[in-house]
Nanobody
Framework: QVQLVESGGGSVQAGGSLRLSCQAS????????MGWYRQAPGKQRELVAL???????NYADSVKGRFTISRDNVKNTAYLQMNSLKPEDTAVYYC??????????????WGQGTQVTVSS
């Protein structure tokens, strides 16, 4: 099986920074795209940032210029550097990874989520 474990969430004042990490472990052949999603109370889960294995990135308009996604393919880890945080960034942040455990078994996996709270 595959596990994704997030860390780095917490509480910060507006304008502050946090860095989230997501490490994948288990029976992993390779990892394709990795992404960060978030879900605020009463809202649907939304994509925050995505990074391909080769390093191409995509961001939600609301975080462009403030958040940076990166990954370490050797460590099977993705990161989300969040700067200039706003109260509206408050949410549970989830890591997602498309993992190949064999050449024919490729599926998405989710982490358990980490809370980010930004106070004004």
């Amino acid at each position: 099986q595959v596990q994704l474990v997030e860390s780095g969430g917490g509480s910060v004042q507006a304008g502050g920074s946090l860095r989230l990490s997501c490490q994948a472990s288990g029976r992993i052949l390779s990892i394709n795209a990795m992404g960060w999603y978030r879900q605020a109370p009463g809202k649907q889960r939304e994509l925050v940032a995505l990074i391909t294995r080769s390093g191409s990135t995509n961001y939600a308009d609301s975080v462009k210029g403030r958040f940076t996604i990166s990954r370490d393919n050797v460590k099977n880890t993705a990161y989300l550097q969040m700067n200039s945080l706003k109260p509206e960034d408050t949410a549970v942040y989830y890591c997602n990874a498309e993992v190949a455990t064999t050449t024919w078994d490729i599926r998405p996996y989710w982490g358990q989520g980490t809370q980010v709270t930004v106070s004004s």
